[in-house]
């Protein structure tokens, strides 16, 4: 694993030079934040060594380099999910691409369903945590002590100083947003409406299908994280509520701007 993760690095190295200290995730329907960056380098996600290649509508699949808000960057457009039939080693594998090629922070996005009746579609939600219990840990296996310990910590997994500056930046702007639990589930069916019910009374304010497999190893590596979801559907709700990929990609593509907005300026603050 080490020698693959120096390889797909050193080969990025030779394309692009410079140390970014920032990756970001783009979620499904949120590549489009990418044109943010001034873009030094786009690299195929297909061109590197040892990448997994995104296979899902919505997701582009390309690492771009490039300068944001005074820092250099790196986003990864399209994510890899358990769902696609990827290990959750390939699900992994980039961020700890990121991390050797010298991030500090990690800023992760995703779209998620919101589990109380009463959110909008639309709605931003800082992730305060997460619940990773119905998903494999990536961390299952040897442990690298390279990367971290055997038992990491995850008391935050989510700078709590992040979410402060990002609450700041929101209320100055009048931007409102929710804050809760991401519940990671594998997918790629959306949930019943038990299961939704099930997710809300044990502790899930929005469910998805990616970030917990990623923030966790970041946090192992070390990385500082921030999170948030755009809620692209309410799949608790009682009325006939039939919920499509398309919808969801729909709604993130409407809640991107204010997603960029909260982003280029923490960024700016790092
Ligand atoms: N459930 C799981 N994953 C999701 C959802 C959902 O309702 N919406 C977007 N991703």
């Known amino acids: 694993m080490l020698t693959k993760i120096n390889e797909a690095v050193s080969f990025i190295q030779n394309l692009y030079n410079h140390k970014p200290t920032v990756g970001i995730v783009l979620g499904s329907g949120l590549s489009s934040f990418a044109s943010e960056i001034t873009v030094e380098k786009e690299i195929a ?46 699900v992994v594998f980039p961020i700890r691409v ?15 369903g919101g589990t109380h009746k009463e959110w909008n579609v639309g709605d931003l939600m800082i992730i305060k945590d997460h619940i990773s219990q119905l ?12 990367f971290g310990p055997r038992f990491p910590d995850m008391s935050e997994p989510y700078k709590k100083d992040l979410i402060n500056k990002v609450k700041t930046i929101a209320a100055a702007k009048d931007i409102k947003l929710r804050e809760g639990v991401y519940f990671g589930v594998t997918g790629p069916t959306f949930e019943t409406r038990a299961e939704y019910n ?4 044990l502790g899930g304010d929005a469910v998805g299908m990616s970030t917990v497999q990623e923030v966790i190893v970041a946090v192992h590596m070390g990385l500082a994280v921030f999170g948030m979801s ?7 709700r009682d009325e006939e509520n039939k919920i499509t990929h398309d919808e969801v990609l729909q709604a993130a593509k409407d809640a991107e701007p204010k997603l960029s907005y909260i982003f280029k300026e923490l960024i700016a603050q790092l």
């Not at 998903?135 to 390279?146: A, R, S, V």
């Not at 099930?198 to 009374?201: E, G, L, N, R, T």
């Open 45 to 90: 996600y297909s061109d590197i060594p040892h990448f997994p290649v995104s296979t899902v509508e919505g997701h582009s699949g390309k690492l771009v380099f490039g300068e944001l808000s005074g820092k250099k960057v790196i986003a990864m457009a399209g994510r890899f999910h358990y769902y696609e039939g990827y290990n959750t080693q390939e």
């Open 98 to 112: 990121m991390k050797y090629l010298g991030i500090e922070t990690l800023l992760v996005t995703n779209a998620a």
């Open 135 to 146: 998903t494999p840990n990536p961390l299952i296996g040897k442990n690298y002590k390279e």
């Open 198 to 201: 099930m997710i809300h009374i």
């Open 230 to 236: 755009v809620i692209t559907d309410i799949g608790i």
